[in-house]
């Protein structure tokens, strides 16, 4: 099953259980999304629960957090996550804080749908990868899926929290096939995915380039060195215990994410574990981020600004070698 299809499902399985659940966005209904996303359910359930949007970023994020706020479910597309900045006021200002606000009284059970990141050359203004900037905020739940399985099952459980969800969803993995989906699994949580069992480094990471970091992983095997990856999944609440486990294991640790490294939020995670598993660790802790510019326009350039497989292996044998 592909990256889109597995969100898909999940939206469908969701909306025939609840009728509160609800879509939102542009293009969402009879085009079915930019990424075809939302392909087919305009026809199951109709235009009252899919409903296109105008261009309008800051009044869908706001009709969707006063309706979450009355009892409905919406799950809102952004086109782009870049285009997200036209809603920071509703999303940030009131859907992050009314439960906080109204003592208790409103909750937002909302999910902003992101499709963002780089891959697929669509320049600057359409391929930035913004998480850090919810992950810094109060009240706000931010997911990040890597494969089908948690597509879909991380997608049902965004819609049934009472808290907002930011979903960011990278747009270069929906047309790529994964494992089948085990639609009897379950949720598991918001925990970390120990991806591959290691020994001797410990490489921390989410979204896509979780599978990024796989290939670094299995080519680093090639030069003797045993290196366990860790996909957050979620980059809040984050699974610090998943990572302090497998470094207590490893004694090396590596972040890895296409945020701008500058302030992203492996940071985080990286200053964390060096005052918490100070003593644990063998070595400095690694961050391999995009550079702090514009992504620009062609593959090999997109190339030189964002982590590959080729400079996260590169890291690791350094940060292995130590």
Not at 182 to 206: C, I, K, N, Q
Request: glycine share 10%; with cysteine.
């Amino acid at each position: 099953m592909k990256f889109a299809e597995a969100i898909r499902a999940a939206l469908d399985h969701e909306m025939a259980e609840d009728p509160s659940v609800v879509l939102m966005g542009e293009e969402v209904g009879a085009l079915g999304g930019v990424f075809t996303v939302t392909k087919g359910l305009i026809d199951k359930y109709g235009p009252e629960r899919v409903m296109d949007s105008p261009i309008a970023e800051g009044a869908l994020a706001g009709f969707a957090a006063g309706a979450a706020t009355e009892g409905m479910r919406p799950v809102v597309e952004i086109m782009f996550s870049d285009f997200v900045m036209l809603a920071m006021d509703q999303l940030i200002n009131f859907a992050a804080k009314i439960h906080y606000m109204s003592n208790g009284q409103f909750s937002v059970p909302a999910v902003v749908r992101l499709p963002g990141g780089a891959g697929t050359n669509h320049g600057p203004q359409h391929s930035q990868a913004l998480e850090s900037w919810f992950a810094q905020t109060p009240g706000l739940v931010v997911a990040m899926p890597s494969t089908p399985s948690d597509a879909y099952w991380m997608m049902r459980e965004s819609i049934r929290l009472d808290d907002p969800v930011m979903f960011f969803e990278n747009k270069n993995l929906y047309f790529t096939a994964g494992e089948d989906v085990d639609f009897t699994e379950g949720p598991r949580g918001m925990r970390a995915a120990v991806r591959r069992e290691g020994a001797d480094l410990t490489v921390v990471s989410a979204g896509r380039m979780s599978g990024m970091c796989l290939e670094a992983a299995a080519t680093l095997e090639e030069s003797g060195y045993s290196c366990e990856v860790v996909d957050m999944r979620y980059l809040w609440p984050l699974d610090l215990e998943t990572v302090a486990a497998s470094v207590k294991k490893t004694s090396k640790l590596a972040v890895v994410y296409e945020a701008v490294q500058y302030g992203g939020w492996g940071s985080e995670i990286a200053a964390w574990a060096a005052r918490e598993l100070f003593t644990d660790l063998d070595g400095p802790v690694h961050r391999v981020g995009a550079h702090r510019v514009p992504i620009p326009v062609g593959v090999s350039l997109e190339e030189a600004v964002i982590p590959t497989p080729a400079t996260i292996h590169a890291s690791l044998l350094e940060l292995a070698k130590f």
